[in-house]
């Protein structure tokens, strides 16, 4: 949710991560877990997965590398959200003729887990990030193209999502700590709030493409 209302910040690991429990927390690139993709064909380097135990999941976000056309795994249980992050673009071609073509950073698709897809690649290696959420979830997803500074929330029973796809971003809590979100980090907010820029010495006129998602139940 967006507003320009307060709320305060605090931060718990990703284990205790629960909707009725105020959090803010940062998952750097560089914690991402490498797993094979379910059917083989490709890695995903997962950021999280909530509840973060067991094969069955609530949500999971992660980034994956596509080194080759192909099918993508069926994950009838879920609806997925897809981002492009690197690469010259694909084609998401679903059973039944739909396509969608992501071409520019930032580019988004979403669709059915359960629809068989078949990714062709335009030009070469491609890299996305995934959120899968369970369909008895709801999750409301967005890019920014170009970010002016704003108030993010998550509710109760919401997790609030933010993901730096091409620049550094700042995060201040109402509190006054802030931290910085460096491209392919993700910030996790649950029942709390934050106000994101782009750092003081930041440059303005470089792309600042942000992906942000709330889930609720």
């Not at 507003?3 to 690139?29: E, F």
């Not at 490498?34 to 980034?63: C, H, L, Q």
């Not at 930032?106 to 491609?126: K, Q, R, S, Y």
């Not at 109402?174 to 709390?192: F, I, K, Q, S």
Request: aromatic share 8%; charged share 20%; hydrophobic share 45%.
């Amino acid at each position: 949710m967006l507003s320009s209302s307060g709320g305060t910040v605090c931060r718990i690991s990703l284990a205790a991560l629960v909707y009725h429990s105020a959090s803010l927390q940062i998952v750097r690139k560089s914690s991402f877990t490498a797993a094979p993709w379910k059917n083989g064909g490709g890695t995903t380097y997962e950021a999280i997965r909530v509840p973060p135990g067991g094969d069955m999941f609530r949500w999971r976000v992660s980034v994956a590398h596509i080194d080759a056309s192909g099918p993508f795994s069926d994950f009838a249980a879920y609806n997925r959200k897809m981002v492009l992050l690197r690469g010259a673009g694909l084609t998401l071609e679903f059973a039944g003729g739909r396509q969608r073509v992501l071409r520019q950073i930032g580019d988004l698709a979403e669709f059915d887990g359960a629809v068989a897809t078949h990714c062709e690649l335009l030009d070469g290696p491609c890299v996305d990030l995934n959120l899968m959420v369970a369909k008895s979830a709801r999750a409301e997803v967005r890019v920014a193209r170009t970010l002016e500074q704003l108030r993010v929330e998550a509710a109760a029973f919401e997790a609030t999502l933010i993901f730096s796809i091409e620049q550094p971003l700042m995060l201040t809590s109402d509190a006054g700590e802030t931290c910085t979100l460096e491209p392919w980090d993700l910030a996790v907010l649950a029942h709390c709030g934050a106000r994101v820029s782009q750092p003081p010495d930041g440059n303005l006129a470089a792309p600042s493409a942000v992906f942000f998602a709330t889930i609720s139940d």
